[in-house]
């Protein structure tokens, strides 16, 4: 095969793009998806409540370990709950850079 052959072989488009509402039961999925979503985003409040009582108990108390473990926990719930309410933006925006690729 010549080279510009194969440079047409490995440039096949195959012509896949998503397609909204292609399937039956879009609405339940994303509502059952948006559920998943919210429980989530309850739960790391709960996690981030307990995690700072932690750290408070830990300082207070002079718990080296539990001040430490406390300060994880706080900054692990901020960032789930930063992905969280970020989650359809950065899928969106990948989603998005990929449609560039050529």
Known sequence: MKSSQTGLV?????????ADGGLPGMDVLKDVINSINLFGIIAVVGALAVSALVWAWGHHSGGHQAEANGKKGTVVAAGCALLLGAANGIVSFFSAMGTQVN
């Open 10 to 18: 490995l440039a096949y488009d195959p012509g896949i793009k998503p």
